[in-house]
């Protein structure tokens, strides 16, 4: 299936690229103003920011003109199967290099993760309300959504940094997955394979 490139699809494809561009753009403005060679390293890095966009479709122009978008049709179980191959090697690869990180790394939380943390630990115990927090969670309700999914699981497992760990890990590996089907059919297997290696 093939999603049809109507004006919504261009407009919410427009919209999304303003966003991207303006995150990165704030990311970039957000380097430490107060050094002597602000304006070199914002230079240096809207150049290679620049870069790297070239190069991305500089990379697209030979898969182009080799079509091989066309050989990766629906149609083609070859296609299929490799394609499954190269999805659970992508993931099997991510999950990997997590699970090292995780047990390889010291990890402390610190500032909003340790926030979620303890907010998380007294959602399992029951013991929220009696707590400060309740005020600052009045105050800032975003806060409560992911220390309640981790709070179910601190139920099962009890309250551990490295439960919390693995909880990322799993959401993050499919988010990863997410943005391969979404790429996938809005432009095709191709498309999604880059957005998930990506």
């Given at each position: 299936?093939?999603?049809?490139?109507?004006?919504?699809?261009?407009?919410?494809?427009?919209?999304?690229?303003?966003?991207?561009?303006?995150?990165?753009?704030?990311?970039?403005?957000?380097?430490?103003?107060?050094?002597?060679?602000?304006y070199?390293?914002?230079?240096?890095?809207?150049?290679?920011?620049?870069?790297?966009?070239?190069?991305?479709?500089?990379?697209?122009?030979?898969?182009k003109?080799?079509?091989?978008?066309?050989?990766?049709?629906?149609?083609?179980?070859?296609?299929?199967?490799?394609?499954?191959?190269?999805?659970?090697?992508?993931?099997?690869?991510?999950?990997?290099?997590?699970?090292?990180?995780?047990?390889?790394?010291?990890?402390?939380?610190?500032t909003?993760?340790?926030?979620?943390?303890?907010?998380?630990?007294?959602?399992?115990?029951?013991?929220?309300?009696?707590?400060?927090?309740?005020?600052?969670?009045?105050?800032?309700?975003?806060?409560?959504?992911?220390?309640?999914?981790?709070?179910?699981l601190?139920?099962?497992?009890?309250?551990?940094?490295?439960?919390?760990?693995?909880?990322?890990?799993?959401?993050s590996?499919?988010?990863?997955?997410?943005?391969?089907?979404?790429?996938?059919?809005?432009?095709?297997?191709?498309?999604?394979?880059?957005?998930?290696?990506?």
């Amino acid at each position: 299936m093939r999603a049809r490139k109507n004006w919504f699809v261009y407009l919410a494809l427009l919209l999304f690229e303003g966003g991207m561009a303006f995150a990165l753009y704030s990311g970039i403005s957000a380097l430490p103003n107060l050094t002597a060679n602000f304006y070199l390293r914002f230079g240096g890095a809207l150049c290679v920011c620049t870069a790297l966009v070239f190069l991305v479709r500089g990379a697209g122009l030979p898969v182009k003109k080799l079509k091989a978008a066309g050989r990766l049709q629906p149609e083609d179980p070859r296609a299929r199967r490799a394609e499954g191959v190269v999805v659970a090697a992508v993931l099997a690869l991510s999950a990997a290099l997590r699970i090292y990180a995780i047990t390889q790394l010291p990890i402390e939380p610190s500032t909003d993760f340790l926030t979620y943390y303890r907010i998380a630990k007294m959602l399992a115990e029951g013991t929220l309300s009696a707590s400060g927090y309740s005020g600052y969670i009045a105050e800032f309700p975003h806060i409560i959504g992911f220390p309640f999914i981790l709070s179910l699981l601190f139920r099962i497992t009890g309250p551990s940094v490295q439960a919390g760990l693995y909880l990322n890990m799993t959401l993050s590996l499919a988010s990863a997955y997410l943005v391969y089907r979404i790429a996938r059919t809005l432009s095709g297997r191709l498309a999604g394979l880059i957005a998930l290696v990506a």
